[in-house]
């Protein structure tokens, strides 16, 4: 309790325990972290294997991999392949490192969980999130260090709000649009970039520059005196300088990034073809959707929960061209595919002996149709599907909370289909966009972010309140409504400033989320209505908005 009671950062405390819920424990987390650890050196090594190990040209002559193999082909290796070895080697080597250090970090977590908590290993992948707020309400109840006489916060929401507190930052300057992220070249700049290497660099810059290592956000920030300085002589510089340290690792990222494609994805397309037309929310889609003080396990169920009728509805749209070819590839690559499989049923060792072209066995085309077939009638659509866009659509949007005001009256046209095919893309697209990511992260963040880097500075000090109790956090996680409400989603007041709303009423959405989300909600609307009549009103007002 003392250890608890006595930490240096409480938010990278509430961090690491709600780590360590989602991690399922302290076994789930070592283990994996270990396999992490492996499949990393397989991938080095493997890949090491199959660029400089395998005399691929002696391969028709021989008929083992040991006549074939290269002597000593490490190195053999050319001056490029050895640096790439010695980069993914050494990087290797720190994720060890760091698993080891973060050893007794995980262990004083799981007496925590354990003694604490009385939440052992064995029943943690069954207790909800909601369940350890409770039990650390209850301690803080128990506990005169952290009574209520203590200016320590421990409420659902003031621990909701010490795990979230960066990232909702982030949210609301995706959510006011103040991200600078198109493309600057031609024929692009009406394009925008968002990947999870980009995320990544984004969070680094401005995340990792307003913040102290504790969690707690600079002073300076808070000051417009500062401004100039903040803007001009770090913030910029930070945005151009990660720039190009991405521009000097771009092969390696790329290099790295195609490999674990490979190896990732090749058995399942192999096995389900029809894999390859899956979709998932673009990571620009899942901060958009993203809601205030809304944690990583919740925001994936609510997303989880409409991808069925996601797909269903982008199903919708008749594509009759589409079939009429898939029908027709289906036909040919069928009937090939029949064909050599009857001569199979007669004769068992054309299967690997007969060549339809030179080095192409029947097993190789059977193969190469088979899949074409299954892929062709992938695309093919249910005959009897009824084409009702816009009860799917209207479905697909209560759970993600979001209705651009472009899109009233539009639910039915192919114009908003597309609109929602940029945020619920393919899988095989969105790792095309990772890929080139490779190449224009470096110009978005050389040439385009830093463009925002005053109006970034802006917002950190213009939407952040102090709380007692908690520190500086961003005020729309707060659910202000005399400072940010908006009267169009039923707010209880409307705010004096349109500069200080949410847009597209994230705020009031995200108060609704929060207060249906957590059961043992006690956030107080000062000089407004009690909460439950708040939310009630709020719902009201959401619908008749989006409808």
Same mark, same amino acid.
């Given at each position: 309790?003392?250890?608890?009671?006595?930490?240096?950062?409480?938010? +990278?405390?509430?961090?690491?325990?709600?780590?360590?819920?989602?991690?399922?424990?302290?076994?789930?987390?070592?283990?994996?972290?270990?396999?992490?650890?492996?499949?990393?050196?397989?991938?080095?090594?493997?890949?090491?294997?199959?660029?400089?190990?395998?005399?691929?040209?002696?391969?028709?002559?021989? =008929?083992?991999?040991?006549? /074939?193999?290269?002597?000593?082909?490490?190195?053999?290796?050319?001056?490029?392949?050895?640096?790439?070895?010695?980069?993914?080697?050494?990087?290797?080597?720190?994720?060890?490192?760091?698993?080891?250090?973060?050893?007794?970090?995980?262990? %004083?977590?799981?007496?925590?969980?354990?003694?604490?908590?009385?939440?052992?290993?064995?029943?943690?992948?069954?207790?909800?999130?909601?369940?350890?707020?409770?039990?650390?309400?209850?301690?803080?109840?128990?506990?005169?260090?952290?009574?209520?006489?203590?200016?320590?916060?421990?409420?659902?929401?003031?621990?909701?709000?010490?795990?979230?507190?960066?990232?909702?930052? #982030?949210?609301?300057?995706?959510?006011?649009?103040?991200?600078?992220?198109?493309?600057?070249?031609?024929?692009?700049?009406?394009?925008?970039?968002?990947?999870?290497?980009?995320?990544?660099?984004?969070?680094?810059?401005?995340?990792?520059?307003?913040? $102290?290592?504790?969690?707690?956000?600079?002073?300076?920030?808070?000051?417009?005196?500062?401004?100039?300085?903040?803007?001009?002589?770090?913030?910029?510089?930070?945005?151009?300088?990660?720039?190009?340290?991405?521009?000097?690792?771009?092969?390696?990222?790329?290099?790295?990034?195609?490999?674990?494609?490979?190896?990732?994805?090749? !058995?399942?397309?192999?096995?389900?073809?029809?894999?390859?037309?899956?979709?998932?929310?673009?990571?620009?889609?899942?901060? @958009?959707?993203? !809601?205030?003080?809304?944690?990583?396990?919740?925001?994936?169920?609510?997303?989880?929960?409409?991808?069925?009728?996601?797909?269903?509805?982008?199903?919708?749209?008749?594509?009759?061209?589409?079939?009429?070819?898939?029908?027709?590839?289906?036909?040919?690559?069928?009937?090939?595919?029949? /064909?050599?499989?009857?001569?199979?049923?007669?004769?068992?060792?054309?299967?690997?002996?007969?060549?339809?072209?030179?080095?192409?066995? *029947?097993?190789?085309?059977?193969?190469?149709?088979?899949?074409?077939?299954?892929?062709?009638?992938?695309? *093919?659509?249910?005959?009897?599907?009824?084409?009702?866009?816009?009860?799917?659509?209207?479905?697909? #949007?209560? $759970?993600? $909370?979001?209705?651009?005001?472009?899109?009233?009256?539009?639910? =039915?046209?192919? %114009?908003?289909?597309?609109?929602?095919?940029?945020?619920?893309?393919?899988?095989?697209?969105?790792?095309?966009? !990772?890929?080139?990511? /490779?190449?224009?992260?470096?110009?978005?963040?050389?040439?385009?972010?830093?463009?925002?880097?005053?109006?970034?500075?802006?917002?950190?000090?213009?939407?952040?309140? $102090?709380?007692?109790?908690?520190?500086?956090?961003?005020?729309?996680?707060?659910?202000?409504? /005399?400072?940010?409400?908006?009267? &169009?989603?039923?707010?209880?007041? %409307?705010?004096?400033?349109?500069?200080?709303?949410?847009? +597209?009423?994230?705020? %009031? &959405?995200?108060?609704?989320?929060? @207060?249906?989300?957590?059961? #043992?909600?006690?956030? @107080? *609307? !000062?000089?407004?209505?009690?909460?439950?009549?708040?939310? @009630?009103?709020?719902?009201?007002?959401?619908?008749?908005?989006?409808?």
């Amino acid at each position: 309790m003392w250890r608890w009671t006595n930490v240096a950062s409480m938010d +990278d405390f509430f961090k690491r325990v709600y780590a360590y819920h989602q991690g399922r424990g302290m076994y789930c987390i070592l283990l994996s972290r270990f396999l992490n650890l492996m499949t990393l050196a397989f991938v080095i090594s493997f890949s090491v294997f199959l660029v400089g190990c395998v005399d691929y040209a002696e391969i028709p002559n021989h =008929h083992s991999l040991a006549e /074939v193999m290269i002597p000593q082909c490490v190195s053999r290796l050319s001056g490029t392949m050895q640096m790439f070895l010695v980069i993914f080697i050494l990087w290797w080597v720190m994720q060890a490192i760091r698993f080891v250090l973060d050893w007794p970090a995980i262990k %004083e977590m799981h007496n925590f969980y354990h003694y604490l908590l009385d939440i052992p290993d064995r029943d943690i992948q069954t207790v909800p999130w909601q369940t350890v707020l409770q039990r650390i309400s209850n301690i803080r109840e128990t506990n005169p260090n952290t009574s209520h006489s203590s200016p320590l916060r421990l409420s659902e929401h003031d621990i909701t709000g010490r795990i979230m507190r960066q990232e909702n930052y #982030l949210i609301a300057l995706m959510n006011k649009k103040l991200l600078n992220i198109t493309i600057p070249l031609p024929y692009l700049r009406s394009k925008r970039i968002f990947t999870r290497d980009l995320e990544w660099n984004l969070s680094f810059c401005v995340l990792g520059y307003a913040f $102290h290592s504790n969690g707690q956000l600079k002073k300076r920030f808070l000051q417009e005196k500062n401004k100039p300085l903040l803007v001009a002589g770090s913030l910029r510089r930070r945005f151009i300088f990660m720039g190009i340290l991405n521009f000097i690792f771009a092969p390696f990222i790329l290099v790295y990034l195609v490999v674990f494609f490979f190896f990732r994805y090749f !058995e399942e397309y192999h096995k389900n073809p029809s894999e390859i037309g899956v979709r998932m929310f673009s990571p620009y889609a899942k901060w @958009k959707f993203r !809601e205030y003080n809304e944690l990583p396990h919740l925001f994936r169920q609510r997303l989880s929960s409409c991808n069925e009728i996601a797909n269903k509805y982008i199903d919708q749209f008749p594509k009759e061209k589409t079939a009429l070819v898939a029908r027709f590839v289906a036909f040919i690559s069928g009937s090939f595919a029949g /064909v050599l499989a009857i001569i199979t049923l007669f004769d068992s060792e054309a299967l690997l002996n007969f060549e339809i072209s030179p080095n192409g066995t *029947i097993l190789f085309y059977l193969g190469l149709f088979g899949t074409v077939f299954a892929v062709s009638r992938g695309m *093919i659509p249910d005959e009897h599907l009824v084409y009702e866009p816009e009860p799917l659509l209207r479905q697909v #949007l209560d $759970h993600i $909370h979001y209705f651009p005001k472009e899109w009233i009256g539009k639910l =039915h046209t192919d %114009e908003v289909r597309a609109q929602f095919c940029q945020l619920f893309d393919l899988k095989l697209s969105l790792f095309a966009q !990772e890929l080139l990511s /490779v190449i224009f992260t470096p110009i978005v963040l050389c040439f385009s972010l830093p463009s925002s880097s005053e109006q970034i500075i802006d917002s950190i000090r213009e939407y952040t309140v $102090h709380v007692d109790g908690l520190g500086y956090v961003c005020s729309f996680s707060q659910f202000d409504f /005399v400072r940010h409400g908006d009267g &169009k989603y039923g707010a209880p007041v %409307e705010g004096a400033d349109e500069h200080m709303k949410s847009n +597209d009423g994230k705020m %009031e &959405k995200s108060f609704l989320t929060f @207060k249906d989300k957590v059961r #043992l909600f006690d956030l @107080k *609307i !000062e000089k407004c209505m009690s909460a439950s009549a708040a939310a @009630k009103q709020l719902e009201i007002h959401t619908r008749a908005a989006q409808g």
